[in-house]
């Protein structure tokens, strides 16, 4: 199961810390995912994470602005958001899928790709 936390709302160029915490995968599905979608729109990829070798991917949107991270301890991967902007409001989800999607581009971005979902957070920025 994926379990997302840490939506809210915040001002323009406030910062926000998502956390995902994953459990009951195989070591297959180590790519987690934060994805959103904003009302009236597909729900597009945010920033990837390999728990296995430590990549990170991000849409070029956040890029310089969010990080993603994980703490292979406690089972978490964090998705910290600075310099946020109205843009950036929707539901945030997380999503686990396997390593082999890493090796295609456009595999990796794909929502149909990730088997495992977790429950939505919201995010809301205001101007």
């Known amino acids: 199961q994926l379990q997302a936390s840490g939506g809210g709302l915040v001002q323009a160029w406030g910062s926000l810390r998502l956390s995902c915490t994953a459990s009951g995968f195989t070591s297959d599905y180590h790519v987690i995912g934060w994805f959103r979608q904003a009302p009236g729109k597909e729900r597009e990829g945010v920033s990837l994470?390999?728990?296995?070798?430590?990549?990170?991917y991000y849409t070029d949107s956040v890029k310089g602005r969010f990080t993603i991270s994980r703490d292979n301890a406690k089972s978490t991967v964090y998705l910290q958001m600075n310099s946020l902007k109205p843009e950036d409001t929707a539901v945030y989800f997380c999503a686990a899928g396997p390593g082999s999607i890493l090796l295609s581009l456009r595999a990796r971005w794909t929502v149909a790709n990730y088997r495992y979902w977790g429950q939505g957070t919201q995010v809301t920025v205001s101007s």
């Open positions: 994470l390999s728990s296995s070798s430590g990549s990170t």
